[in-house]
């Protein structure tokens, strides 16, 4: 098992929008507080289902300090801070760093395909940027680069890359860097279905999607495996297991930010090119909620 640091359950939080497009602080730092009220171990603003890609840099570094801010020492913050280009990637884990996170997700790089070297030297350059602790984003689905097991290990041993994030959705490369990786360095899932199984292979905890939504029952799911107690860690799987599904039943991060709203959080606002839920979508969301039995939020706790 990996350092108990940024294990457990962190969560990937969605950023909220005004009506007039711009970020609304005070509606993120009131869901982030209910976040932390649900038990979760981390924040981790300005990742995928945050809509960093439409996100300046400022607004980047003003949803980082938030979070840092309501955390208050209570819970840490893991802060995404990926970019395709290197030199933007250094900048941002800067930035993250001088806006009081502590630590940082970042992204292998998308669109550009770089082979394993060019992730090695990427990821070189953003962990000698800081002496905050890195951990590694495996996303292919989004970025279209895999960074592969070897890769993984390899950046290992430079001492502040503490993990990975691993949404690969790909059992075995997951429990080959779970065979091969060094003592101390963490495996996350960053797929909320896929979680109890990784939890069996011996995974350190998740950044998850669906704790937007539950964060009470994704904390105890995640927990419960991790204490091994896989029982109550099946029988939570199932019972959000619908939920996981519909929040992927468009493109992320509009099914859970439309869960959020629906639940009483921040309204469900999105930069363009996302677009609202479509309808028969959000009825399909309305009864997984339903079904898992998930209360509504209140007033800054659950």
């Known amino acids: 098992m990996g350092s108990e640091r940024f294990g457990g359950v962190g969560v990937a939080l969605v950023t909220p929008f005004r009506e007039d497009g711009t970020v609304d602080i005070d509606a993120f730092s009131r869901h982030a507080e209910n976040m932390i009220a649900g038990g979760v171990d981390y924040l981790v603003p300005c990742g995928t289902t945050g809509e960093s890609a439409t996100m300046s840099d400022a607004e980047q570094a003003e949803v980082i300090r938030a979070a840092v801010s309501v955390a208050d020492g209570r819970v840490e913050v893991l802060a995404g801070a990926g970019a395709n280009a290197t030199s933007e990637a250094v900048a941002r884990s800067k930035a993250a760093a001088k806006a009081g996170a502590d630590g940082l997700l970042s992204v292998a790089p998308y669109y550009n395909k770089p082979p394993q070297a060019g ?79 990784m939890l069996a292979l011996g995974a350190d905890g998740l950044i998850s999607v669906v704790a937007n939504v539950a964060p009470v029952e994704t904390a105890a799911l995640v927990h419960s495996g991790l204490e091994g107690d896989f029982a109550r860690a099946r029988s939570l799987h199932y019972q959000l297991l619908d939920l996981m599904r519909c929040s992927f039943v468009e493109t992320n991060p509009i099914p859970v930010k439309t869960a959020v709203e629906l639940l009483g959080g921040p309204t469900a606002r999105f930069r363009p090119p996302l677009v609202p839920l479509s309808e028969g979508a959000r009825a399909r969301l309305e009864t997984a909620i339903a079904s898992a039995g998930i209360e509504r939020f209140d007033g800054g706790a659950r």
């Open 119 to 197: 992730l090695y030297t990427h990821f070189e350059a953003v962990a000698a940027a800081t002496d905050l602790p890195v951990v590694l984003y495996n996303v292919p689905g989004r970025t279209s680069s895999n960074i592969l097991p070897e890769t993984v290990v390899r950046l290992a041993t430079i001492p502040n890359v503490v993990g990975i994030k691993e949404a690969s959705g790909d059992l075995e490369q997951i429990g080959t860097v779970l065979r091969d990786r060094p003592d101390g360095f963490l495996v996350l899932s960053g797929d909320d279905e896929l979680t109890l199984p």
